[in-house]
């Protein structure tokens, strides 16, 4: 069975510059979530999916940040434009419906903002 | 609110050394706590777990147990390999969708 997967594993982008990361989850799990480690610092909890839908989008920064999940399969996190401070891994993971169901997370994805 | 505090590292210890990583909570009602370990390159992995108070989990010779009274779930190992280094992440999770409060990370280094 196939993990989670996440693209690109690195980007380097300069400020003002767009930057979208991809969330390929397990197949069949209808929860997707995003979160981030900024600068060594604890990882955050940014978004959830309930398949297509936002159930909880507390954790986003402000409104550079946009994420879909357009038919409820793979989703995407766009930062635009980028700025410096953006600059973290950005992990995603995904579980099967259940309280208890266990999240399976990604590798992340390395994002450095010049 | 919800929120985990971790010793800072990076901690390093010789092989066979015994390893205790501190991880406190808060936590708004019952939470359960865990334990994930990123090795270099890859992505997080769970470690172990433990649902309720008094619970004890295991994996690969590590061990938590979770202490409400003292909103604790320090991790453990009796003796450590140069393969265990990698950071730790202690973790909690609350409500109705498992929503993940994490620490900041332990890198430990673990050398021949």
């Known amino acids: 069975e196939a993990g989670v997967t996440q693209f690109p594993s690195h980007s380097v982008i300069e400020k003002g510059q767009t930057v979208t990361l991809r969330c390929d989850p397990i197949?069949?799990?209808?929860?997707l979530y995003w979160y981030r480690r900024v600068m060594g610092k604890e990882i955050k909890f940014l978004l959830h999916f309930v398949k297509e839908s936002k159930q909880d989008e507390s954790g986003m920064p402000n409104n550079r940040f946009l994420a879909e999940r357009t038919g409820g399969t793979y989703s995407t996190l766009k930062v635009q434009p980028a700025e410096l401070e953006d600059s973290g891994v950005y992990f995603c993971?995904?579980?099967?419906?259940?309280?208890?169901?266990?999240?399976?997370f990604g590798p992340g994805t390395r994002l450095t903002v010049l | 609110g919800n929120s985990v505090t971790q010793m800072e590292g990076p901690v390093t210890l010789s092989e066979e050394a015994f390893l205790t990583i501190n991880c406190t909570y808060t936590?708004?009602?019952?939470?359960?706590l865990f334990w994930y370990v990123q090795y270099p390159g890859e992505g997080l992995q769970l470690l172990l777990k433990?649902?309720?108070?008094?619970d004890k989990g295991s994996n690969k010779g590590f061990e938590a147990t979770y202490r409400k009274e003292t909103t604790s779930f320090h991790l453990e190992k009796g003796s450590v390999q140069v393969s265990d280094s990698a950071v730790y992440f202690c973790a909690l999770s609350a409500g109705n969708f498992n929503k993940f409060y994490f620490g900041s990370g332990t890198k430990l280094n673990v050398k021949p």
């Open positions: 993971a995904s579980s099967q419906s259940g309280t208890s169901a266990k999240q399976f």
């Open positions: 936590a708004t009602g019952y939470p359960s």
């Open positions: 197949s069949g799990h209808d929860n």
């Open positions: 433990a649902t309720k108070a008094d």
